[in-house]
């Protein structure tokens, strides 16, 4: 049987921008992906904090070390600045691999760096 299960998670990042003329997505300082072990162009659910929304869209890299947390396109409507979002992923695997895998938790700092 194959389940899903959390894989990766940013705990209470910060949104720095919102471009609603941009194509879609939500762009991401690459250091904060790289901790969490995600990728650009992965599927993504974005919780926000402030206003209960909850979005799927996907990943673009952003500046390594630059802090960058962005919703483009239609997410831009799911947050304003400052908000507080947790960045969510998810991978399906065999049940039996499931009970002993460990997700990579994120809790970013100020600025949302590491």
Same mark, same amino acid.
């Given at each position: /049987?194959?389940?899903? !299960?959390? @894989? #990766? @998670?940013? %705990?209470?990042?910060? !949104?720095?921008?919102? =471009?609603?003329? +941009? $194509? *879609? #997505?939500?762009?991401?300082?690459?250091?904060? /992906?790289?901790?969490?072990?995600?990728?650009?162009?992965?599927k993504i659910q974005i919780v =926000? $904090?402030?206003?209960? #929304?909850?979005?799927?869209?996907y990943l673009i890299k952003g500046? @390594?070390? #630059?802090?960058?947390?962005?919703?483009?396109?239609?997410?831009?409507? %799911?947050?304003?600045? *400052?908000?507080?979002?947790?960045?969510?992923? +998810?991978?399906? /695997?065999?049940?039996?691999?499931?009970k002993t895998f460990k997700p990579?938790? $994120?809790?970013? @700092?100020?600025? =949302?760096?590491?």
């Open positions: /049987m194959q389940i899903e !299960i959390l @894989k #990766s @998670k940013i %705990h209470r990042a910060a !949104i720095t921008e919102a =471009n609603l003329n +941009y $194509v *879609g #997505s939500l762009t991401l300082d690459e250091g904060l /992906m790289e901790a969490a072990n995600l990728i650009e162009n992965e =926000n $904090v402030n206003n209960g #929304s909850r979005i799927e869209t500046k @390594k070390g #630059s802090g960058v947390c962005c919703l483009n396109g239609p997410a831009a409507r %799911h947050g304003a600045v *400052g908000d507080i979002i947790i960045i969510i992923s +998810y991978a399906t /695997m065999d049940f039996e691999a499931a990579q938790i $994120v809790f970013p @700092k100020e600025g =949302n760096l590491l």
